[in-house]
């Protein structure tokens, strides 16, 4: 199947769950002095732009679309990735929140690199846990992450299954820039299981986003 067709279609799939008049339709945008993505570098360690479209339904049906700039190095053609995905979410009378779906990644140009996940997420006030089961042979992850309350400041631990383990620390300013941009800072160290894998990486991140 062509690669937009297949994107299209599975957020046309997505956007079935809930009828588009009761719909809420948001977009975003974000530049960033690099894209990190499990703890690896996604851009050679430059500089990135990105940006999608959220459709969220009042019974707690998502889907949207989501694309940046990527760069691997010498010896591939993808220069962008296009994320489509569709889910659930919710929250019980305790207070528990889980978040359950379908991510497709896709990278123009390099058709190999396209891969698969399902994940379910589960959330108590500022601890969460998120597993991605990858499909047709792509690797697992499982991602635990802590919020210190509204101070802006987020713990991730991630363990990508074959491939490493990550630590992310963040940090989002509370204050905006003309009511709408974001500010965010991150320190990520990534642990490589392989030494023929990605090898390991340290990263300071900076992200503009409205």
């Known amino acids: 199947m062509n690669k937009i067709n297949r994107i299209v279609l599975i957020t046309i799939l997505g956007l079935g769950a809930f009828s588009i008049s009761a719909a809420e339709i948001e977009s975003n945008f974000a530049l960033s002095s690099d894209y990190i993505w499990r703890g690896m570098t996604q851009t050679d360690e430059g500089f990135a732009y990105s940006g999608g479209v ?31 995905y569709f889910g659930y979410t919710d929250e019980t009378a305790r207070g528990v929140t889980f978040d359950v779906g379908f991510m497709s990644y896709n990278y123009p140009g390099e058709a190999d690199l396209d891969f698969e996940e399902i994940y379910v997420g589960v959330g108590y006030k500022w601890v ?6 990858g499909l047709d042979k792509a690797p ?56 023929s894998g990605p090898g390991d990486e340290d990263a300071f991140v900076i992200t503009f986003s409205m």
């Open 140 to 195: 697992d992850n499982v991602e635990w992450s802590v919020s210190l309350a509204d101070s802006g400041i987020g713990i991730t631990y991630g363990d990508y299954d074959g491939v490493g383990k990550y630590t992310i620390v963040s940090y989002d300013f509370t204050q905006q820039i003309a009511d709408r941009i974001s500010i965010g800072i991150g320190l990520s160290d990534f642990n490589s299981d392989d030494d």
């Open 54 to 84: 959220d459709v969220t339904g009042d019974n707690g049906a998502y889907a949207g679309i989501w694309g940046s700039k990527v760069d691997f190095g010498a010896g591939d053609d993808a220069n962008m990735e296009i994320d489509a």
């Open 128 to 133: 969460g846990v998120t597993i991605s089961e």
